[in-house]
């Protein structure tokens, strides 16, 4: 994972590639994984930072979909039960069981939301977690102690999964690169190259340096999420009618950061019913408490989409209806919107919270392959499904996908046969390090060499300087935005925090960079404006 040895691999490369993929979130980081794991020759490109788009803005859950078995759809929920516990097996350091509790506060309710978990359990089939089970009054305000005991009648306790997205993202680049393939952050692509109506190749520019390389290739597939329809744009010998073209529909949803106190134990809770039928969560994450999200069709796509107030207020509004305390806009710690790239007919009366979150694959006449929709839980699927359709599109020799029982970058050894999938995990802030999995003691020893190392950022953020040196030299973190948005979580669970530690990452940045002091000066603006958008008004 350096950008550099990245750059002069493609630049000493003359043959053709065999699979180029557009776009380093979680799709195409699945897709170019799978295809180098295959022996296909692959290289990803992406624009801007891996994750850095809706992929880093996720529930932080790798889950089957409760809302989703109650709309009806089994067997995406199947599939993506699955994939939750294939994944939880492939990267144990990141993705973890997290016990979940639905409460009650209708008479017969818990028997009711008891009878769908026990199907969301039996879906799961072997990869299955803990198995649900009926709570009382008081075992559901055990679990959660600031949750309104007046009227509640009980509740049930599940097990789903929990993980961090963007560590995720960059154990995907991380093992793409030891498979051989080529993973390129900030490096666009700004051109698709056409012989005889079909796309042979790609133009990217380096951002940081401003030149221009090209890449030929035998399939290109686009993974730009809510972006897919920009990279489309380019396809200028695409015939297909507009009308039978992919439809993206971006839908936000928002999340809030709240101090730990407000769900102080280690269960989540899932809010079952809310004004727009919609279901909520409130998670404990990295020492804070995560809540979300809305589902919100937009018009706009931008890469830095802002929470609106309403959306504020709603989340609010729900939290007060079942949290003893009812939290303002002066507890947010931080708030985040992604854009989910759905798949479906925009239409002004449609509900977003009704498309399905299920992916599809479209081929352009000029053989592009497209894949819009699906979620980060079964981003493995997708991945797979996409390099068999690009695999015949670039008439490569055919072979079976390696993903699914491929442990990540990271990963401890694999659990003996027969053990548990899944098991609670206990309050994060015991070993913040742990998201390194097998790199966690070369981070420590890293911390031993240099007594600044071993120093925290700032005293309300878990993380060390030795973390910011690793993300830089290990992880082809390229500004103060990489390292504390998406190597770290500062921005996302203290944005006032993470902007106090600015000054302090882009001076280790600039010395290992070496870059000067106007580049330094830049990095320190940039976040700190940046932290303005994850700040309520």
Known sequence: MNRQSMLARLAAYEDIWDIVVIGGGATGLGTALDAAARGYRTVLLEAHDFAKGTSSRSTKLIHGG????????IKMVRESLHER?????NAPHIVHSRQFVIPSYQFGGRYYYYAGMKAYDLLAGSLGFEPSQLLNSQQTLQRLPTLKPAGLRGGVAYADGQFDDSRLAIALAQTLVEKGGIALNYAPVVKLLVASGRTNGVIARDSESGQEFELKTRAVVNATGVFAESLMSLDHADETPIQQRPQIVASQGTHIVLPREFLPGNSAMLIPHTDDARVLFAIPWHGRTLFGTTDNQVEHVSLEPRPLSHEIDYLLEHAGRFLTQQPQRSDILSMFAGLRPLVGKSRDSQSTAKLSREHEI????????TVIGGKWTTYRKMGQDVVDVAAKIGNLPIRKSQTSQLQLHGAPKP??????????????KEDPLSVYGTNRNALLELAERDAQYATR????????????????????????EDVLARRLRALLLDARGSALAAETVASVMQSIMQQDDSWRRSQVDAFCELTNNYLPK
Request: net charge positive; glycine share 8%; hydrophobic share 35%.
């Open 66 to 73: 409760v809302r989703y078995l109650r709309q009806g759809q």
């Open 85 to 89: 516990g294939r994944l939880q097996r």
């Open 362 to 369: 479209r081929t352009s006449t000029s053989g592009v392959v």
């Open 415 to 428: 659990p003996s046969p027969g053990s548990s999938c899944g098991h609670f995990q206990a309050e994060e």
């Open 457 to 480: 950022l700032t005293a309300n953020l878990p993380y060390l300087i030795a973390q910011v040196v690793w993300a830089v030299e290990r992880e082809m973190a390229r500004t103060v």
